[in-house]
């Protein structure tokens, strides 16, 4: 069993993933950003703990990591301030990765989206440019490091309830249920042919463990 440590542990998909990972035997610390979340994250039996990973520095990252077996990045700014969006989605995501490389944790599971690539195609003028480019510099930075990495990344999220399938390379971005995103998490965590993968996925047939296993 792992000691499994969630950043943006209070976020829609982590809160799905949580109970997931304890019923499988796990240690689960879920980072928060505000002390009145953590009732929500006790709820799924993970741990809470508040930090500002925004706002902290190497070493404070290091600190924050050191200890565990994996690290699930499941955190963003939300959009709207395109500076917030850089400094969550692009660089406290990357400052984790190298903290993780510092602290020995190399299992890194990284949720991203779908059109995460350097030709994904939005414009610059687009409102949601920020995002797709601050996601972009941080799914590379994890591609070139030197940890055990999984990219993790689906289409449009909704609130519909979990199928227990995915479709791979879907044609079309397409939606998936957050509960499903949930449980490719867990399966590309328990399952190290997902390492050093991008696994870009959506709704579709194929049950989730087999999906993830390639």
């Known amino acids: 069993m792992a000691r499994i440590l969630i950043i943006g542990g209070h976020g829609k998909v982590a809160l799905l993933l949580e109970p997931l990972l304890v019923s499988r035997g796990h240690t689960v610390t879920a980072v928060i950003r505000h002390a009145d979340q953590a009732d929500d994250v006790a709820a799924t039996g993970a741990q809470a703990l508040v930090a500002d990973v925004e706002s902290f520095d190497l070493g404070q990252l ?57 030709d994904h195609g939005v414009d610059r003028d687009s409102s949601f440019f920020p995002y797709a480019d601050a996601k972009w510099a941080a799914d590379a930075h994890l591609a070139q490091s030197e940890l055990d990495w999984t990219i993790l990344a689906p289409g449009t999220l909704t609130l519909d ?54």
Do not use: C, K, Q
């Open 62 to 118: 290091t600190n924050l990591i050191a200890g565990n077996d994996v690290v699930v990045w499941s955190a963003g700014a939300g959009g709207g301030d395109p500076a917030r969006t850089y400094a969550v989605d692009r660089d406290a995501a990357i400052r984790s990765m190298d903290a993780a490389a510092a602290a020995g944790v190399l299992r890194y599971v990284m949720v991203s989206w779908i059109g995460s690539r350097e």
């Open 161 to 214: 309830a979990p199928t227990g399938r995915i479709a791979i390379d879907p044609p079309s971005p397409g939606e998936v249920p957050r509960a499903d995103v949930a449980a490719v998490i867990a399966a590309s965590i328990a399952d190290d042919s997902t390492i050093g993968r991008t696994i870009r996925f959506g709704s579709g047939d194929e049950v989730i463990g087999h999906a993830v296993a390639g």
